[in-house]
């Protein structure tokens, strides 16, 4: 897996690099705050709460126009994901190590939460308006990220059972891959540099959970994004 994302960031960089030849480069750093949830296509497993987590990293801007550019980064999301109830019972988590004194297959009225940490590489496109005073208002769109999953713990909680912090590295699949539209404000502080406040939605297309018999379920995460920066 690290050489995954090492490869996937060598050639991310190589694009930037490239690019900057005959285009304007910013860089920039991000730290965002993130709420986020996850829902199925099982009407009898559903959303029942929402993560509190954490996007830092690193970003580029290629301008191949003054107010157009392709964006770029590199970056890490902390405890992303979310709680679903099981309406009935589950056969979920069968290649964990489930810990003693919690029943397995999981009871009606189990909820599963899922702090899932990725190594995120994303990019798209960003359109900005002229200058207003200090200001730019901007819109990134469509935002396409690819997420590479680094870590899994998960918590089992029904009637005055929780066992939390167990290792569902086996449950989870590899690859994440989502969409995103954003939009913000840039305020100028000098010459070149920039203070970056804005939001965005972050849904996925792909499934975050592995299947086997029994359990077959779609389940997929949302956010959004809270995003404070600095870019130069």
Do not use: C
């Not at 897996?1 to 490239?18: D, H, P, Q, T």
């Not at 730290?31 to 959303?47: G, K, L, Q, R």
């Not at 190594?119 to 200058?131: C, S, W, Y």
């Not at 404000?185 to 499934?207: A, C, M, N, W």
């Amino acid at each position: 897996m690290k050489k995954i994302v090492a490869i996937a960031a060598f050639f991310a960089l190589l694009s930037s690099a490239a690019l900057a030849q005959q285009t304007d480069l910013r860089l920039g750093f991000q730290v965002s705050p993130t709420f986020s949830w996850m829902t199925t296509d099982d009407t009898e497993v559903n959303n029942n709460g929402t993560n509190l987590g954490l996007k830092l990293g690193a970003r580029g801007e290629v301008f191949f126009r003054d107010n157009y550019a392709f964006l770029i980064g590199l970056g890490f999301a902390f405890n992303t994901g979310g709680q679903l109830l099981h309406s009935k019972s589950s056969d979920a988590w069968q290649r964990s190590d489930i810990p003693n004194g919690v029943f397995v297959p999981f009871p009606t009225g189990t909820d599963l939460r899922y702090n899932l940490q990725y190594v995120e590489i994303p990019f798209g496109l960003k359109f900005r308006t002229n200058e207003i005073g200090y200001l730019r208002y901007y819109a990134e769109l469509p935002i396409i990220t690819l997420g590479f999953k680094s870590q899994a713990r998960g918590q089992v909680s029904y009637t005055s059972i929780q066992k939390d912090k167990i290792d569902i590295k086996k449950e989870v699949t590899p690859l994440a891959l989502s969409w995103g539209v954003g939009g913000g404000i840039e305020y100028s502080v000098s010459d070149g540099t920039s203070l970056i406040g804005g939001v965005s939605f972050q849904r996925g297309f792909t499934d975050v959970t592995k299947d086997y018999s029994g359990v077959d379920e779609k389940a997929t995460i949302s956010s959004v994004i809270i995003h404070l920066g600095v870019m130069f």
